[in-house]
Antibody, heavy 122, light 107 residues
Framework: QIQLLQSGPEVKRPGASVKVSCKTS????????ISWVRQAPGQGLEWMGW????????DYIQKFQGRVTMTTDTSTNTVYMELRSLRPDDTATYYC???????????????WGQGVLVTVSS | DIQVTQSPSSLSASVGDRVTITCQAS??????LNWYQQKPGKAPKLLIYDASDLEAGVPSRFSGSGSGTDFTLTISSLQPEDLATYYC??????????FGGGTKLEI
């Protein structure tokens, strides 16, 4: 069955970087795009951007440009999201989510990872 | 960038009630709107895509309607397991994507 399994919780100091992983299975990885969505405690959902697993193209929202990098490892069907220069307001649960249709930008998310809580605190 | 206004932000209803949640986009987005359900401590789950198409496995009491700028999610007969926060999510032709602020549904 389709699964997106994310890495464990992280605690980071302000200014540090975090890299979270999203290991996928159950579908042809290279045919899909994967997005990252974050959710601050008690708040709504915020789309961060996406990466194409078929050609590595990325698109990040302006808010995160220069601070975020999304990558893939096609040998392990894993997607990574690195966020740098962390601030306390980056404290959130970070989700990976699969685009619903092959070979398209993920505009609809049909499968989600379980989420990773990243806490930024001094 | 596209903006979306979701209302109400919270809603209290009883089992068996008909519940309606709305989203209004800042520009014409055709049918480029999806609805998600998020239960406490869980990842969001896709309910409705392309404004009115029911995702496989989702109960038929959930339905979506609308096009252009105004959209509605309806739960025809509320069940206890529908306790959740509901989000709309829109995207435009420039592939700008955003979520509504959410509707917390209490039963």
């Amino acid at each position: 069955q389709i699964q997106l399994l994310q890495s464990g919780p992280e605690v980071k100091r302000p200014g540090a970087s975090v890299k979270v992983s999203c290991k996928t299975s159950g579908f042809p990885f290279s045919n899909y795009g994967i997005s990252w969505v974050r959710q601050a405690p008690g708040q709504g959902l915020e789309w961060m951007g996406w990466i194409s697993a078929y050609n590595g193209d990325t698109d990040y929202i302006q808010k995160f440009q220069g601070r975020v990098t999304m990558t893939t490892d096609t040998s392990t069907n894993t997607v990574y999201m690195e966020l740098r220069s962390l601030r306390p307001d980056d404290t959130a649960t970070y989700y990976c989510a699969r685009g619903a249709w092959e070979f398209q930008m993920p505009t609809t998310f049909d499968y989600w990872g379980q989420g990773v809580l990243v806490t930024v605190s001094s | 960038d596209i903006q979306v206004t979701q209302s109400p932000s919270s809603l209290s209803a009883s089992v068996g009630d008909r519940v309606t949640i709305t989203c209004q986009a800042s520009q014409d987005i055709s049918n480029h709107l999806n609805w998600y359900q998020q239960k406490p401590g869980k990842a969001p789950k896709l309910l409705i895509y392309d404004a009115s198409d029911l995702e496989a496995g989702v109960p038929s009491r959930f339905s979506g309607s609308g096009s252009g700028t105004d959209f509605t999610l309806t739960i025809s007969s509320l069940q206890p397991e529908d306790l959740a926060t509901y989000y709309c999510q829109v995207y435009d032709n420039l592939l700008s994507l955003t979520f509504g602020g959410g509707t917390k549904l209490e039963i």
